[in-house]
């Protein structure tokens, strides 16, 4: 089945970058397209960003436009997540999962443990 495993969080201050990675087991990722997701305290999981496994189109949340860049190494059967200008409401632990495509919530496979991410002020 498909196994995702995030990896690359940590604690940031405000303003600064971390790069998440979202490794694959079992499968080709670039067969997939992957998106990642995240849920802070008290909030529900939302969609953070997305690739398209067909053209390889990008989406982001409005959220983190401008500042996150999502991307794939077909090499390294992974796909990263480029945080910068962190801000403290990116605080979340954030996950990957295989995608129907950008525009569906459905989800292949099952949700991993994620990665805390934590942004100080």
């Known amino acids: 089945q498909l196994q995702l495993v995030e990896s690359g969080g940590g604690l940031v201050q405000s303003g600064g970058s971390l790069r998440l990675s979202c490794a694959a087991s079992g499968f080709t990722l670039d067969y997939y397209t992957i998106g990642w997701f995240r849920q802070a305290p008290g909030k529900e999981r939302e969609g953070v960003s997305c690739i398209s496994s067909g053209d390889g189109s990008t989406n982001y949340a409005d959220s983190v436009k401008g500042r996150f860049t999502i991307s794939r190494d077909n090499a390294k059967n992974t796909v990263y997540l480029q945080m910068n200008s962190l801000k403290p409401e990116d605080t979340a632990v954030y996950y990957c999962?295989?995608?129907?495509?950008?525009?569906?919530?459905?989800?292949?496979?099952?949700w991993g443990q994620g990665t805390q991410v934590t942004v100080s002020s």
């Open positions: 999962a295989a995608r129907i495509s950008c525009n569906s919530n459905l989800i292949l496979g099952s």
